[in-house]
């Protein structure tokens, strides 16, 4: 064989470990729309064609991260050849380097299956939030029995990969070069040539374009109107590393989109700040009350994954949140609230204390905890005891730390609980939990002051443990609608073993949930049902069925709530009383997009680019950013100012009281 047959062959066998590489990140890719097949339901036409269309992109990303893998063993190998000293050693070392990463991108892709059906994005580095609590994230995983057909599906992909490269290098070191073979000089010139084609061909291919100003980007995957289909042709591997790149970029730790000042100045027009009150924050003023329910104890119920979208109320044909629908009937409920981020710890901080979700930030883990102006801080002041139940681990997202250090007098938790009763990583079932709460709370009662009490339900969240020995009969329906109805019938169980205390008509119970899901169709990129969430108030004797349908926020629990309790106190937080102010607009964020909206345009923007506007009212998918930039431009300028004077409040420690 002759030298340049040699290196046709061997170009050969680089050609198939790429190749088998693409076959199985696309195996990957089949998964996500087989475990995501309702989401095609949203695709009434050329559905075929956007599918096709989808992994021809997915085929460009995975050249990307392909083309990162096997850039090292190409140059190694490349000159070697060039110099005749390619040997077995050589070649079998990168045989191995390609082993291990190709297996740890397959690994990637398995994780991301889950991952994207729980919250309808690719894997990003908010994943590494976990890395503090590694094993409590680790357990919650493998008590999931769907990720174990995940994982085996990862070993049988990894094993038939490692299986094809053994072969193919077996084959591969037939035709290495002698160091004694004889090549002409044009032969050695053609080599060269060809080489730094390769090389040039693989650099093409980690940019993933040919346009000059940019390489391949996230956004490049965005080629319709239908979210799923844009989000299928990414490569979990490309937006794992391209957030946790994008996150570590010293630019991206600060938000900086607008001048701080300039950012101040429209949020303390937007919340009616008080200048008598500067010395507080740029945001603090009075708010005064009528406080109907005056020294009631507060009970907020932050139920887990409870989506709007669940619900009868909001066109739910399933029936299975009978409870929460039936308490509108003798509630006030706000119709129009969104939560503020797509993370549980999103929604304790923003409930609890009335502060936005800030993108990508773990505001609960901060290094310096911040002391945090809301419900417990505010209601302790006038007199009241504070508790906090959580279901599993309370020391998960820092929630014991950031809780003790802001007023929260005791933490329930797994630690309490009898150790039969922990069926999962999720620790004990919701009914448990509000059982194992009434001695508690009635304690508290009996001290003759009133009590807040916040509750993180966790039943409703991998892994579902269904529970029947209580009374629970599971409806004839798949799991996940099992498990919204027994997260709903606990609800209705704690409000009977409450109404059996002598405080239950001295109460304010307070519905609200942490997030949404992924549920339905979900018209946009930013999943609309990740948001929108009930708002139920509840209190025996004085609450009545009433709709209240303007637009709120998870931020305005605190102060609405508050009002009805006591007098006045200085809100010094992004939420308002709904019971007498409106929002002109509310903005609320997932990770790597923000989003403004107001009575009848969503806009939104993507971090690593691109922005939208649409009238979401109808579900319209025309983007109307370039017809109407006005109001984009406003509405961004709302939503950077919201997100950098909290940002600055946090870092000037003007989140308190003084």
């Known amino acids: 064989m002759t030298y340049v047959?040699?290196?046709?062959?061997?170009?050969?066998?680089?050609?198939?470990?790429?190749?088998?590489?693409?076959?199985?990140?696309?195996?990957?890719?089949?998964?996500?729309?087989?475990?995501?097949?309702?989401?095609?339901?949203?695709?009434?036409?050329?559905?075929?064609?956007?599918?096709?269309q989808a992994f021809g992109m997915g085929i460009r990303f995975d050249t990307v991260i392909s083309?990162?893998?096997?850039?090292?063993?190409?140059?190694?190998?490349?000159?070697?050849?060039?110099?005749?000293?390619?040997?077995?050693?050589?070649?079998?070392?990168?045989?191995?380097?390609?082993?291990?990463?190709?297996?740890?991108?397959?690994?990637?892709?398995?994780?991301?299956?889950?991952?994207?059906?729980?919250f309808f994005t690719r894997l990003n580095d908010t994943i590494f939030n976990w890395m503090g609590h590694a094993g409590f994230g680790f357990r919650m995983v493998l008590d999931e029995p769907r990720f174990f057909l995940f994982f085996f599906v990862f070993l049988v992909i990894s094993g038939l990969y490692l299986w094809l490269l053994k072969k193919i290098r077996k084959r591969h070191e037939q035709y290495l070069p002698s160091k004694f073979e004889v090549r002409s000089m044009k032969q050695t010139e053609i080599m060269i040539v060809a080489f730094l084609l390769l090389l040039a061909l693989d650099f093409l291919g980690i940019r993933g374009r040919t346009a000059e100003k940019s390489p391949i980007l996230v956004g490049t995957a965005y080629f319709s109107n239908n979210p799923f289909i844009n989000q299928l042709g990414l490569n979990p591997v490309f937006t794992l590393l391209r957030s946790w790149l994008d996150s570590n970029d010293p630019q991206n730790r600060d938000l900086h989109w607008l001048d701080e000042q300039d950012a101040l100045k429209t949020m303390a027009?937007?919340?009616?700040?008080?200048?008598?009150?500067?010395?507080?924050?740029?945001?603090?003023?009075?708010?005064y009350n009528e406080a109907i329910c005056k020294g009631r104890n507060v009970v907020l119920v932050i139920m887990e994954s409870m989506s709007a979208a669940k619900m009868n109320r909001f066109g739910s044909k399933d029936n299975i949140t009978p409870f929460l629908d039936s308490l509108a009937n003798v509630s006030w409920s706000f119709d129009s609230m969104f939560s503020a981020g797509l993370h549980t710890y999103n929604g304790i901080y923003s409930s609890l204390f009335a502060h936005p979700a800030l993108m990508k930030k773990h505001t609960m883990e901060l290094v310096t905890i911040p002391r945090m102006a809301g419900f417990p801080n505010t209601l302790k002041s006038k007199g009241y005891h504070t508790i906090f139940f959580t279901t599993h681990d309370e020391m998960f997202d820092n929630m014991s730390g950031f809780l003790s250090a802001n007023d929260v007098e005791t933490i329930v938790g797994e630690?309490?609980?009898?150790?039969?009763?922990?069926?999962?990583?999720?620790?004990?079932?919701?009914?448990?939990?509000?059982?194992?709460?009434?001695?508690?709370?009635?304690?508290?009662?009996?001290?003759?002051?009133?009590?807040?009490?916040?509750?993180?339900?966790?039943?409703?969240?991998?892994?579902?443990?269904?529970?029947?020995?209580?009374?629970?009969?599971?409806?004839?329906?798949?799991?996940?609608?099992?498990?919204?109805?027994?997260?709903d019938w606990s609800l209705r169980k704690f409000l009977e073993y409450a109404s059996q205390q002598s405080w239950y008509n001295h109460t304010v119970f307070v519905f609200v949930a942490d997030h949404g899901a992924n549920w339905g169709d979900n018209t946009y990129d930013i999943t609309l049902s990740y948001h929108h969430i009930p708002f139920v108030v509840f209190a025996p004797g004085i609450t009545m069925a009433k709709s209240f349908p303007q637009l709120a926020l998870q931020t305005d629990v605190f102060p609405t709530v508050t009002s009805l309790v006591t007098d006045s106190f200085i809100?010094?937080?992004?939420?308002?009383?709904?019971?007498?102010?409106?929002?002109?607009?509310?903005?609320?964020?997932?990770?790597?997009?923000?989003?403004?909206?107001?009575?009848?345009?969503?806009?939104?923007?993507?971090?690593?680019?691109?922005?939208?506007?649409?009238?979401?009212?109808h579900n319209d998918l025309t983007d109307y950013s370039t017809q109407f930039p006005q109001q984009a431009k406003q509405m961004r300028h709302n939503a950077c100012s919201w997100l950098q004077t909290s940002q600055w409040l946090l870092k000037n420690e003007q989140t308190r009281l003084r």
Not at 428 to 451: C, H, Q, T
């Open 67 to 118: 083309c990162y893998f096997l850039s090292l063993p190409l140059l190694v190998w490349g000159v070697l050849f060039l110099l005749k000293r390619l040997n077995s050693f050589w070649l079998r070392a990168g045989y191995v380097f390609i082993g291990i990463l190709f297996p740890v991108g397959f690994f990637i892709c398995s994780v991301d299956v889950p991952f994207f059906h729980y």
């Open 269 to 287: 027009q937007m919340l009616h700040h008080d200048p008598t009150y500067h010395t507080i924050s740029p945001i603090a003023r009075m708010q």
């Open 415 to 487: 630690k309490d609980y009898p150790s039969a009763e922990i069926k999962s990583t999720l620790g004990v079932p919701d009914e448990f939990m509000f059982r194992f709460s009434i001695p508690k709370l009635n304690a508290l009662s009996a001290k003759g002051k009133p009590f807040f009490a916040a509750f993180m339900t966790g039943s409703d969240h991998d892994p579902h443990i269904i529970p029947t020995d209580h009374g629970f009969v599971p409806p004839k329906k798949k799991e996940s609608l099992q498990i919204v109805a027994y997260a």
């Open 571 to 617: 809100n010094n937080s992004f939420g308002i009383n709904l019971f007498k102010e409106k929002h002109d607009c509310i903005v609320f964020s997932a990770d790597d997009k923000l989003a403004c909206m107001n009575d009848s345009l969503l806009y939104f923007f993507r971090t690593d680019g691109g922005e939208k506007l649409y009238r979401y009212r």
């Open 5 to 52: 047959q040699k290196a046709v062959a061997q170009l050969r066998c680089f050609l198939n470990i790429y190749l088998f590489g693409l076959l199985f990140f696309c195996v990957f890719r089949v998964l996500i729309v087989v475990t995501n097949l309702e989401q095609l339901n949203s695709i009434a036409e050329h559905q075929t064609s956007l599918l096709l």
